[in-house]
């Protein structure tokens, strides 16, 4: 009964082709340079696929997953609410292979990180002059905890989430227990690991839909399945081609209550079936905006 709870349905995206533009990783590493960092914080607004405020569903409860790492595919500044993806200044896109049939994400090279490292950099002299007043950011990958009941005991568990349009996956940990694939999982594809009694459980699973929130999405729309969240900087970030320091950017996602699901006692714990008994079910994991900042 233990066993069957930890196979619960997860959210990701669903399925589109991301923007083609690349930037190879430089290997001039003279600066200035352009840095990015990834930070997660549950105090953060959470916010809806449109960039409103979100309320909570009735009959839904939600809880901050704690984060481990995270991986992007694709980061992009934008001049205004009016550039089309794609259009504006696109400084990172990961590396893509074929190896599984169709094109997608290469996740043996992908850039994970953890929060508060240095997730990518490039000199600022391979970035466009300009001012930009949006981020986007393209999520692939997402590592991290969450508390959950079976059989009248609480127990944390591991959860690895891949969100990209598509991901080559020779093998991969979710925490200390390795899965092997050797191929193609599109959006959706996710492994849950936890240890009950001392000994460790794998699951594994796919899923559709998750919020990726866009405050622009009125007038410069993000494709289905793309997974790119799109953030305004506090004031626009001006690059002159003139700087003689770094450029730091914090890619800030909030974690606020990003975890949701159908509580079916409104209780406020996570309690998946546990084989013999309906249990709550997994509405959403996605998270819940981008505030990007820079210093």
């Known amino acids: 009964m ?3 709870s930890v196979a619960i349905l997860f959210s990701a995206c669903s399925k589109e082709d991301e923007p083609t533009p690349t930037v190879s990783n430089p290997s001039n590493p003279s600066g200035p340079n352009l840095i990015f960092k990834l930070y997660f914080d549950s105090t953060l607004a959470r ?56 094109n997608a994400v290469d996740f043996d090279q992908a850039i994970t990180k953890q929060e508060g490292e ?32 079976a059989a009248g005991n609480m127990y944390t568990g591991t959860l690895a989430s891949f969100v990209g349009f598509n991901t ?22 996710w492994g849950f690991e936890t240890v009950i009694f001392s000994v460790p459980y794998v699951s594994e699973g796919q899923a559709p839909g998750t919020t990726v929130p866009n405050p622009i999405a009125s007038t410069s729309p993000i ?26 950017v914090n890619i800030n996602l909030s974690t606020n209550n990003s975890f949701e699901w159908k509580d079916l006692n409104m209780d406020g714990i996570f309690e998946p079936s546990d084989g013999v008994n309906p249990g709550d079910t997994v509405v959403d994991m996605g998270l819940r905006g981008l505030f990007p900042t820079y210093q």
């Open 223 to 248: 494709p289905s399945g793309s997974c790119v969240v799109t953030g305004n900087f506090p004031s626009p970030l001006t690059i002159t081609g003139n700087e003689t320091n770094d450029v730091i």
């Open 118 to 149: 240095t997730f990518y950099s490039i000199p600022l002299s391979q970035v466009s002059a300009g001012t930009y007043e949006w981020l986007r950011v393209s999520l692939t990958y997402q590592n991290y905890d969450i508390d959950f009941k």
């Open 168 to 189: 080559y996956i020779t093998n991969y940990n979710i925490n200390t227990q390795n899965v092997v694939v050797n191929d193609d999982k599109l959006q959706g594809y």
């Open 47 to 102: 916010l809806d696929n449109f960039g409103n405020p979100a309320v909570m569903p009735a009959g839904n409860s939600a809880q901050s997953p704690r984060f481990n790492k995270m991986s992007a595919h694709y980061i992009e500044f934008a001049q205004d609410s009016l550039t089309a993806l794609g259009s504006g200044e696109i400084v990172f896109h990961g590396p893509e292979t074929t190896a599984g049939g169709p």
């Open 2 to 4: 233990i066993l069957c």
